[in-house]
């Protein structure tokens, strides 16, 4: 079993930042992508941002230059620092991240945390 936990969320002003980070815990024998994606009510989850094992990154549009995201492999964790954040980035946050939880899976298999909600007033 695989777990991912998010945290850092929260309720910011408009041009505030947040950091928000994602901790995989359970039966890990390796991890892939891990990314960020993110749901406004009415809307479909969309890609925030995913980064690779070796660290080849990519962004939404609508993010890059204000988001960062970054990881620690040793400690199976991703974070998403944002900056200068706008109403429009209000959403439930969701971490990703494709798992092999042993060496006998010849797959990663594809795991979500929870979700954070982000809340960014005007």
């Known amino acids: 079993q695989v777990h991912l936990v998010e945290s850092g969320g929260g309720l910011v002003q408009a041009g505030g930042s947040l950091r928000l980070s994602c901790g995989a815990s359970g039966s890990i024998f390796s991890i892939n992508a891990m990314g960020w994606y993110r749901q406004a009510p009415g809307r479909q989850r969309e890609l925030v941002a995913t980064?690779?094992?070796?660290?080849?990154?990519s962004y939404a549009d609508s993010v890059k230059g204000r988001f960062t995201i970054s990881r620690d492999n040793a400690k199976n964790t991703v974070y998403l620092q944002m900056s200068s954040l706008k109403p429009e980035d209000t959403a439930v946050y969701y971490c990703n991240a494709g798992v092999r939880p042993t060496s006998s899976y010849t797959y990663y298999a594809n795991y979500w945390g929870q979700g954070t909600q982000v809340t960014v007033s005007s």
């Open positions: 980064i690779t094992s070796r660290g080849i990154i």
